[in-house]
């Protein structure tokens, strides 16, 4: 009498329901193991997307970045500095950028208007910062070529500078002390804002910092705030992100031109930076699932060894079906499919409690968790897998059985 696979199912599903103790301890260590996994893909999946919205926020994955190259042995000469003049020339040599973002900053540096003060970042830009950052003046405006052409006394402030500076003021069109130059205040930046659930050094708001900073005209910062020196940053806004890994390769030879042979710069582009995050990622994860599978290995152990003992327990009842026309092919697949329903009943309560616990977890690391229906899928089939794997033993026992010795068992 061959036995069905639904037969099969019910018979593992009374043994579990019978044995209830047992089948808790034995798929405990599934359930760590399923629980580990779905947590470690929760954090790798939320740092991805919050890297990402990072990205996006500060202008997306258009951008390439010029700067200091620190492996370049500066002995050997050269200096890691641009003038006015090489920028222009790098713009005239990539026509294919959307923009260019040389910066000059000077930190700690105090503003002041009557009795008050402010201190922080002041940064020499050219007008195309605008679009470099996706970040425009809420009020008035950004200065412009004839600005940067003039050497004008113009500055455009971030809104925690005007509110703490200015306090109920309209700072529009007032003038404001910078080192031993009056500015004219001809905009305010629209407010950054985007939550960060770490809180940190700003609260909630991790882009604080950028409401923080005031621009002035890159040719003035260099001719009279912070004269003689030198641009050794840039950015480069492409078209997309295959743009700018071709204006990448593009760029690298021209800095080499202009420093005359010296790699004093390192050219790097946000896709780049996107493509060694998601490699990071994957090392990561197989790490820590690495170590959720130990957890699953120890689990299938558990389940095998208590397998072979039911075998033992059950060696009379394997006899009787065998005799009265099971197969043992049959017998195989009973036992291998109660091992499987085990491992996925471990399976199940992992999720579940996997899930429960991501906000838990999520709150005391400080950083967002994502989970997706691919993680259910992904442990559920890890979880069957280990029962497959460590199911087929006992299953081979079982069928191997001689019938007439296994009748004689008492």
């Not at 031993?180 to 909630?204: H, L, S």
């Not at 031109?257 to 090392?283: C, D, L, W, Y």
């Not at 170590?291 to 299938?300: C, E, K, Q, T």
Request: a neutral charge.
């Amino acid at each position: 009498m061959a036995i069905s696979l639904t037969e099969s199912v019910q018979i593992g599903v009374n043994d579990i329901l019978t044995r209830k103790v047992r089948s808790l301890i034995t798929i405990f260590g599934i359930v760590l193991g399923v629980m580990c996994i779905m947590v470690v893909l929760a954090i790798i999946n939320g740092m991805n997307k919050s890297t990402l919205t990072w990205m996006q926020e500060r202008g997306g994955t258009n951008k390439v970045e010029v700067q200091r190259n620190w492996d370049y042995d500066f002995r050997q000469g050269g200096y890691a500095a641009l003038t006015l003049a090489e920028i222009n020339q790098i713009r005239g040599e990539l026509p294919e950028a959307l923009a260019i973002g040389p910066t000059i900053a000077a930190w700690n540096t105090t503003l002041q208007y009557k009795g008050f003060s402010y201190t922080d970042q002041v940064i020499g830009v050219l007008p195309d910062h605008q679009q470099m950052e996706s970040w425009y003046p809420e009020k008035g405006r950004f200065f412009n070529e004839i600005d940067l052409r003039e050497n004008a006394n113009v500055i455009v402030l971030g809104t925690s500078v005007a509110r703490d500076l200015f306090k109920n003021e309209n700072p529009l069109g007032r003038s404001v002390m910078l080192k031993d130059q009056m500015m004219t205040v001809i905009g305010i930046m629209k407010e950054k804002v985007w939550e960060n659930p770490g809180g940190g050094a700003f609260g909630g708001n991790a882009l604080e910092y950028m409401n923080r900073q005031s621009f002035v005209p890159l040719s003035t910062m260099m001719n009279k705030i912070e004269v003689g020196s030198l641009i050794q940053s840039i950015q480069i806004l492409a078209k997309s992100p295959e743009d700018a890994l071709a204006i990448q390769k593009k760029l690298g030879p021209v800095l080499l031109r202009i420093k005359n042979g010296r790699p004093v710069f390192r050219v790097s582009s946000a896709q780049e930076t996107m493509q060694q995050m998601e490699q990071n990622s994957k090392i990561f994860s197989m790490i820590f699932i690495m170590i959720g599978m130990i957890s699953l290995l120890v689990g299938g152990i558990v389940i095998m060894n208590i397998m072979l003992a039911s075998i033992k327990e059950r060696t009379r009842e394997i006899g009787v079906r065998l005799a009265i026309g099971a197969r043992r092919t049959d017998i195989f697949v009973q036992f291998l499919v109660q091992t499987v329903l085990i491992t996925g009943l471990g399976g199940v309560f992992g999720i579940i409690l996997g899930y429960s616990i991501l906000d838990l977890v999520s709150g005391y690391l400080g950083m967002p968790m994502l989970a997706g229906p691919q993680m259910i899928l992904v442990s559920l089939l890890v979880s069957v897998g280990v029962g497959l794997i460590f199911g087929i033993a006992p299953a081979v026992k079982a069928s191997n059985l001689d019938p007439v010795i296994a009748l004689r068992d008492e």
